[in-house]
């Protein structure tokens, strides 16, 4: 069975049809790892890849994949657009709208619109989930650990909405 | 810490933020199991639930979880909306514009525009995977094992795009 796949220019460059692999530290080859966002503080331990969207996408979605590393957690923060999260790996919480929710590989989440929300990884290992938005969106409000609106908007991110 | 979720509701019907945890079957609690399509010979097996999309989605984007019994294959069909797709578990294949390319758990999939495509369980286990499309998108055309269209069209979804 012939498998000459395995495209490594990826993220979301839309060359073709493709299928690539994912490596054993839970990314995909040949798809580049990005920063999460501008560094503020609110956030550690988080990196994403580019499944599908982009500039070159002819979809209205984009498919990316977010890892945090053990202690790791994503912005506390709200915006219009909703997210549709599944965990592939590692185990950690979802804060929604100020409620806990453990997570496990297999859930799905739904984040509903302006509805505060922040991924956190409390095991030991990474954290990984997919997260698929509308590739026109709103720009995301940081918010203060307690849910009020931070002063700053650095948070937002460093891929921005076409 | 809390987990009060999992509604069990689900199906797109976007009652707010929440996790919904999978079973040991694979598919999600409370979310509908659907058929595939209309029967009509192309295709054997298949079950699909909606996680995120439909009538009552704010989003662009309906994210869907299909899965193929052991031997079973979806349509061989061709259409301009792009697919992006992530494999949960099993094993099996995808025809890519006539190319086939083996399928494991956590190999990410395009199927880029007009491309002819169809995924086979090859395994002895079931073959799951996420699937991602614009909520508004074209009716597939179904095609024979050679390429060529059918002269039935009969295989469209049953959730049409809206």
């Known amino acids: 069975m012939p498998d000459a796949t395995t495209n490594q220019t990826g993220a979301g460059q839309a060359p073709g049809s493709r299928v690539v692999h994912s490596d054993e530290s839970g990314g995909w080859q040949g798809i580049a790892t990005l920063p999460y966002k501008r560094a503020d503080g609110s956030w550690s331990g988080v990196t994403r890849q580019l499944l599908a969207g982009g500039p070159e996408s002819p979809s209205s979605f984009e498919l990316r994949y977010f890892e945090l590393a053990p202690g790791g957690r994503s912005a506390h923060e709200t915006h219009r657009h909703e997210h549709a999260v599944v965990v592939l790996r590692g185990s950690g919480e979802a804060l929604l709208a100020g409620a806990v929710h453990a997570l496990r590989p297999g859930d799905?989440?739904?984040?509903?619109?302006?509805?505060?929300?922040?991924?956190?990884?409390?095991?030991?290992?990474?954290?990984?989930?997919?997260?698929?938005?509308?590739?026109?969106?709103?720009?995301p409000t940081p918010l203060t650990n307690d849910g009020a609106p931070s002063c700053s908007v650095d948070g937002d991110e460093l891929s921005r909405p076409r």
């Open 108 to 139: 799905f989440v739904r984040v509903a619109p302006g509805d505060p929300h922040q991924f956190r990884n409390t095991g030991s290992e990474p954290l990984g989930f997919l997260c698929v938005v509308d590739a026109e969106r709103d720009v």
